[in-house]
Nanobody, 115 residues
Framework: QVQLEESGGGLVQPGGSLRLSCAAS????????MGWHRQAPGKERELVAG???????DYADSVKGRFTVSRDNGKGTIHLQMDGLKPEDTAVYFC?????????WGQGTQVTVSS
């Protein structure tokens, strides 16, 4: 079992920055992949960025060059540095982890980009 808890969401103006964090607890040594998804109102949940245990990263095309994902395997934490935020980045952001064939999800944190 793995539990995830996100933090760091909030309201920011266009062009601003936010840093999301996610802390995993439980069987950390079983986690193979951690990432961030987001879901905007009326839209499907989509991958934002992720990082595997060996450090390989994935990014959605819409966030490449603006967002940076990082992970501390030893502490079971993952961060998402979001720069150059746009109104279309507004969504609930979810942390997720792949462990022993199961995906675990956090409760989500709201990110709102608005002037």
């Amino acid at each position: 079992q793995v539990q995830l808890e996100e933090s760091g969401g909030g309201l920011v103006q266009p062009g601003g920055s936010l840093r999301l964090s996610c802390a995993a607890s439980g069987r950390l040594f079983t986690i193979m992949y951690m990432g961030w998804h987001r879901q905007a109102p009326g839209k499907e949940r989509e991958l934002v960025a992720g990082v595997s245990t060996d450090g390989r990263t994935d990014y959605a095309d819409s966030v490449k060059g603006r967002f940076t994902v990082s992970r501390d395997n030893g502490k079971g934490t993952i961060h998402l540095q979001m720069d150059g935020l746009k109104p279309e980045d507004t969504a609930v952001y979810f942390c997720n982890a792949l462990s022993t064939g199961h995906y675990y999800w956090g409760q989500g944190t709201q990110v709102t980009v608005s002037s």
